[in-house]
T-cell receptor, first 117, second 113 residues
């Protein structure tokens, strides 16, 4: 149990276009989902915390108008990278916290590789 | 076995050796710590966790040690295998940060047979 999926697993888009990444909890409901960004050979950096039915909380330095997060249901959160540029190329990873679990439980998705050309 | 006193980005060991990976965490108020394993192109995989009221916890072939005095965390892997080759991250959670995890720098473990 406790499986988190991401779609797509990789995407290539042209500079200036927008791309949407989905994060789904497959066998549990998630009140909170987190979005991380990971550049090559670096650690995971928290971008934002997404709570179902409310606005996401963004970390300092993350542009909320560029990285749109929608957590419309208890099993789905989406991250849309708007007007993507080559510097947005990165590995985007989500994690999900089960609704009925303790505060410490969260499960990671497999990541989405974004390449902006 | 190989050990790392301070955090180093890479660690190379022979199969069968014991590995020790170190991590310095930043927030003295952090009360929960996790070690993750990340293989190339994949998401983090949970290995073992420890709460701040403990100083040692053992799993299968892995042991986590916590030294709150110097804000230091270590992961010991016994009888390291080629399948253990990956990047290892420590993560911390503090009450002030809610349920978000803050990741430390990773260590790339390479196991040769």
């Amino acid at each position: 149990g406790a499986v988190v999926s991401q779609h797509p697993s990789w995407v290539i888009c042209k500079s200036g276009t927008s791309v949407k990444i989905e994060c789904r909890s497959l066998d549990f409901q998630a009140t909170t989902m987190f979005w991380y960004r990971q550049f090559p050979k670096q650690s995971l950096m928290l971008m934002a915390t997404s709570n179902e039915g409310s606005k996401a909380t963004y970390e300092q330095g993350v542009e909320k108008d560029k990285f749109l997060i929608n957590h419309a249901s208890l099993t789905l959160s989406t991250l849309t990278v708007t007007s993507a540029h080559p510097e947005d190329s990165s590995f985007y990873i989500c994690s999900a916290k089960p609704r009925l679990a303790g505060d410490d439980e969260q499960y990671f998705g497999p990541g989405t590789r974004l390449t902006v050309t | 076995g190989e050990s790392v006193g301070l955090h180093l980005p890479t660690l190379s060991v022979q199969e069968g050796d014991n590995s020790i990976i170190n991590c310095a965490y930043s927030n003295s108020a952090s009360d929960y710590f996790i070690w993750y394993k990340q293989e190339s192109g994949k998401g983090p995989q949970f290995i073992i966790d420890i709460r701040s009221n403990m100083d040692k916890r053992q799993g299968q072939r892995v042991t986590v040690l916590l030294n709150k005095t110097v804000k230091h965390l270590s992961l010991q892997i016994a009888a390291t295998q080629p399948g253990d080759s990956a990047v290892y991250f420590c993560a911390e959670k503090s009450p002030q940060a809610g349920t978000a995890l803050i990741f430390g720098k990773g260590t790339t473990l390479s196991v040769s047979s």
